[in-house]
């Protein structure tokens, strides 16, 4: 707003001649009226009287032209053309460096990296609660049982046959190509027993002890006539936990914890638990054959 030549005091004061009005309703005139300071000098109305600088510093280190009021017609107006008039081009932008780029930002840029995906997994695991230790207890109870019945097979430790003792047991059992059921067997108890425990590679170690089980849940059920589940009770509550863990993941207290397998298995799982029994059934008819419904054929 300009100023309009002042009027006289005591036109300005109707009531009290000589003294300048203090507000534009004691001014019948409409006009704002000039306030005098108490030093007798004007009050400061613009940034050069105020002595701000309104100056918009130019990339490079220049400074822009000094804006004054009566340079625009609008003080928003004229400060924003100013300041825009300074910015570097798209081009120049993109063939600068990284620097230049952010030389008006008064804000950084966010911060990029897996800070945000860190914050996401350490709440994701506070949900958890105790499951992790459940699944623990589930790891070791599967992989002590297949581990000390693998020893026994393989050293004849804890009163067990040994491994000579084991072929002679699947030989007299029905069992084709002893050498190699042996093997299997064996190393299917004491290397799936001992990565179940650990917690590494989890589903091809619970798949190595769900074929075997199953293998050895088909021999047991064929010594009897038709179905006895009691024969072979053991054999399915060590089939059940195997595929459990297969489906559910060792947890995070297990070597397979940086693993998606360990706390969020998806369709991998299920098509590891197939395997497992295809594996089964063809080892069952390979290396033994028959019925198991009907007794052991000999």
Known sequence: ??????????????????????????????ELPTVKSTLGSDVPRTDDELGLDPDVPAQGGSSAEPYTT???????????EAAKSELPDADEVREGDSASTYSFASI?????????????????????????LGLLVLRLVIG????YHGLQKLA???????????RDMLSSGGWKHVELSAS???????????????????PLAAGAVLASISDAWLWKQGMSSGFQYKTVELESIL??????????????LAFDRGRGW????RYGSFVVLILALVAAAVSWFYLHGGNPFHGIRH
């Open 1 to 30: 707003m300009t100023d309009k030549p002042h009027a006289s005091s005591e036109s300005n004061s109707p009531g009290h001649p000589g003294e300048p009005a203090r507000s534009p309703y004691d001014s019948p005139t409409g």
């Open 70 to 80: 009566g340079q625009y017609e609008s003080a928003g107006i004229g400060r924003y």
């Open 108 to 132: 950084p840029p966010a911060p990029t990296g897996d800070g945000s995906r860190r914050i996401r997994l350490a709440r994701t695991d506070s949900r958890r609660g105790t499951q992790d």
């Open 144 to 147: 002590l049982t297949f581990l």
């Open 156 to 166: 004849g430790w804890f009163h067990g046959p040994g491994l000579s003792g084991t």
């Open 184 to 202: 299997m067997l064996t190393v299917a108890e004491v290397g799936g027993g001992v990565l179940i425990i650990l917690g590494l590679a989890t």
């Open 239 to 252: 089939a059940g936990l195997a595929a459990a863990l297969i489906l559910t993941g060792p947890g995070r």
């Open 262 to 265: 360990a706390t969020r298995p």
